[in-house]
């Protein structure tokens, strides 16, 4: 073979002519009809043929599509478009390219193949032919076919280069048409980027000698002209296509970044189209548009993150502005009959199948349309949801079931449950399970524990919660499905549950004046209490001489806490709920405090359902200070209960120990005898009654409410260490025998409410 070279002075040699002298041996390309018209888009699902599910296509004529399945032993599939029937192939691997002859091969790759199996898928019940390559002479494999004819490489072995041959069938054998290229021309990688079923395909080769000088070459395979492309230095060919009017290939440029290079055959020039996308992609042609995206595929190092895939598109050559989405996305394409493309991809409107998008004969924007579906859903749904709306405390500690249904069943799931407030969150990922196309139904119980301690099954804390549900297709291919809910946990407010989790906390001052929020959890359901943990409140603390928890006195659902500073001046620190900042800045809610020797608060005393402050001034009277709901005055003006309280050392009130309803009042003597008040709802109490003796060793009683969820009212004694009294709900013998426990965890305080 002659070839002769235009040499270049750096630039590219876009369109180089080349005469080649072929060695002719009769043979004729046949004529293949046009693609079928367009079904109406309404239509496409209800005319497509089946396709094969898990597979892709990889071989296409005017009378059908060859597939291959994706996982296991691979299984090659000739399917019609008549009537959807279909033929499964012998052997391990199979070709078709642009007629209905299909190839089956004896070996898993073409290189290896010498045994080929063709049939004639035009014919009702197909012969099939059985030629072995070898009769042609050494070294020949087939690489490829354009339309009915056979594109072949032979190796040269002393040199390790090739040549491109074509061949036809004639009868019941393979018959040599014509060499393309020789060896002592062209270097030429095995394989080829594209062809058409009009007798063109492109191929990537260097000129021989020098082999440096990188080149598309495009071959006519009954024609006696060719062109080709020459690449410059610094610039890398990659993945290309041809159509019947252009051909084009992803290069990069140094510099000059990524893009396409397109070309009208028989013109000069070229077109750059710059792209982001990879160079590994491929890249086809329908006519003068470039058609491109990313296989959908799942890095196994991803994990469950989202495979890359980007939709399949179509770009114009002549104006690159022109560009739509043709498919979601695509797992496979090939060559198809009349210069079309038929792609294995998927839309939201028709589901998963096989496309064919065909050029116009205007050269106007091909058209796209269904011609044989796995009845898959490209779009994964939310078909139902069994989740809250709204729950109580009590079902969250029972635990909840969540359940979701899907449309399809290959999806990969990942749910995210967030307490908004906190932004705390857990998730949880199930693997794809299942068919697409198929239902799937995703189901997760959660414990009802707090998102952000779990470990210490600490209960659910209160306020909005948010559920994420994404459901990735397994192959890629189709938009994710992100969908959100919410509900809300509510509790009734509980005097000590300063971080909202329905637990009570203690608060504690140590002696450098840190205040701190201690956690607790019941160690068995009605039990004792242990600790679960501590964390900082804020410093300065040393300022006060007086704390005390008071419950939501100012009106929201956090409790709240009052502290009397050493001039008699009572300030008002307001819950939040918040873990992390558990009261907000103090407000000043009066004066003349130092009156009183002992201050509690946190039961309701009148009936109101609003926590009320009791205080004992130093001449022995007690007093109340009715709760308003109102942070800027939260107590109404005081009322006098009754004298000789000086005989007190200590008060707390307890809330409703004796089941009566009321807040109830807890005063221990100076000889350490506790005595219980029972509250009237009134504001006044009962004739006090004997609770027990022994309790002067306790520096201090706090009123902790319900701490173990047993619907009693509890008290913990402390004295540097802490004691539990369990509340029975039993007036005459309102606690259980105290329990030792460790709520502090061994911390050093002077005050503890």
């Known amino acids: 073979m002659h070839v002769k070279h235009v040499h270049t002075r750096g630039r590219r040699l876009a369109a180089v ?26 239509d496409q699902q209800a005319a497509a043929v089946p396709f094969p599910r898990d597979a892709d296509v990889v071989g296409a004529g005017p009378g059908g599509f060859l597939s291959k399945t994706r996982s296991g032993a691979p299984e090659f599939r000739w399917t019609r478009y008549a009537d959807g029937s279909s033929l499964v192939l012998p052997g ?29 898928m035009a014919q009702p019940a197909p ?90 070459l495009l071959l006519d395979v009954n024609a006696t002209y060719d062109r080709v492309y020459v690449q410059l230095e610094n610039q890398y060919a990659r993945s290309g296509a041809v159509s019947a009017t252009h051909v084009a ?43 491109s995206g990313q296989k959908a595929h799942v890095d196994a190092a991803q994990g469950t993150d989202a495979p890359t895939v980007r939709p399949f598109t179509l770009q114009s050559i002549d104006n690159p502005a022109d560009k739509s989405v043709a498919l979601t996305a695509f797992s496979s394409a090939v060559a198809g009959p009349g210069g079309s493309l038929l792609v294995r991809g998927g839309t939201p409107e028709h589901g998963e199948g096989l496309y064919r998008i065909a050029p116009r004969a205007d050269g106007g924007r091909p058209t796209v349309e269904l011609v044989a579906s796995t009845g898959q859903s490209t779009t994964v749904t939310l078909t139902d949801h069994a989740t809250p709306n709204e729950m109580t405390g009590e079902r969250v500690a029972r635990g909840v079931d969540f359940g979701w249904g899907l449309s399809r069943g290959d999806a990969r799931v990942t ?36 998102l952000e301690n779990a470990a210490w099954a600490s209960p659910a804390r209160n306020g909005w919660y948010e559920w994420k549900l994404t459901a990735r297709p397994d192959d890629g291919i189709g938009p994710d499905l992100v969908t959100t809910g919410r ?76 502290a009397r500073d050493r ?140 701490a173990n969820g047993d619907g009693r009212a509890d008290l913990v004694a402390w004295n540097g260490d802490e004691t539990f009294y369990a509340g029975t709900g039993d007036w005459s013998a309102p606690f259980k025998r105290g329990a030792r426990t460790n709520l502090t965890q061994d911390a050093a305080y002077d005050s503890a409410f």
């Not at 209905?100 to 790759?109: E, G, I, Y």
């Not at 004819?149 to 041959?165: C, K, V």
């Not at 002592?184 to 394989?191: E, L, P, Q």
């Open 415 to 450: 749910m995210t449950l967030t307490h908004l407030p906190s932004g705390k969150s857990v998730s949880q990922a199930w693997p794809a399970e299942g068919a697409a196309g198929e239902p799937r139904r995703i189901t997760w119980h959660w414990d009802g524990k707090d």
């Open 487 to 562: 509900f809300l946990v509510t509790r009734p407010a509980a005097a000590h549950d300063y971080d909202d989790d329905g637990t009570a906390d203690l608060l504690a001052r140590d002696p450098q004046g840190v205040l701190w929020r201690h956690g607790t959890r019941p160690t068995a359901p009605g039990g004792s209490l242990t600790g679960t943990g501590a964390s900082r409140v804020g410093g300065g603390w040393q300022a006060y001489d007086r704390l005390v928890s008071v419950g939501n006195v100012a009106g929201s659902s956090a409790p709240d806490s009052v």
């Open 249 to 291: 290939w992803r290069e990069a440029r140094v510099p000059g970044g990524h893009g396409i290079v397109a070309h009208r055959r028989g013109v000069s020039g070229e077109k750059w189209i710059p792209s982001d996308a990879p160079l590994e992609d491929p890249v086809y042609l329908v006519g003068g548009w470039v058609a």
């Open 17 to 42: 002519a080349v005469t080649v002298v072929l060695a002719a041996t009769g043979g004729t390309l046949t004529t293949l009809p046009a693609a079928a018209a367009p079904v109406a888009a309404q």
């Open 92 to 120: 391990t691997h199979a070709m078709a390219g642009g007629a209905d002859l299909v190839v089956a091969m004896d070996k898993s790759t073409n290189a290896s193949s010498r045994l080929l199996t063709i049939y004639d």
């Open 567 to 706: 001039s008699g001046v009572l300030w008002l620190y307001q819950g939040t709920g918040d873990r992390k900042a558990p009261l907000a800045a103090r407000t000043q809610i009066g004066g003349g405090w130092q009156t009183y020797d002992r201050i509690t608060g946190g039961g309701d005393v009148t009936g109101d359902r609003r926590p009320d402050v009791l205080a004992t001034d130093k001449t022995g009277v007690l007093w109340l200070y009715a709760g308003t709901g109102n942070a800027k005055a939260p107590f109404s003006t005081r009322k006098r209960i009754g004298g000789g309280w000086q005989v007190y050392n200590e008060i707390t009130a307890a809330g409703n120990l004796g089941g009566a309803g009321a807040g109830d009042l807890l005063a221990r003597d100076r000889s350490g005898v506790l005595w219980l008040y029972l509250g009237k709802g009134d504001g006044t109490f009962a004739a006090r009654k004997q609770v027990g003796g022994g309790w002067g060793t306790f520096k201090g009683l706090t009123a902790v409410g319900d």
């Open 127 to 216: 012969a099939p032919v059985v030629f072995d390559l070898d009769m042609l002479g050494d070294g020949y494999y087939l690489a490829g076919m354009a339309g009915t004819t056979f594109l072949l490489t032979r190796y040269q072995d002393s040199d390790g280069t090739n040549s491109q041959h074509t061949a036809v069938l004639d009868g019941g054998s393979l018959k040599l048409v014509r060499q393309l290229t020789s060896s002592n021309d062209f270097k030429c990688h095995n394989g080829y980027d594209g062809w058409t079923d009009s007798g063109s395909a492109l191929y990537e080769c260097q000129f021989q000698p020098p082999y440096g000088i990188r080149s598309k």
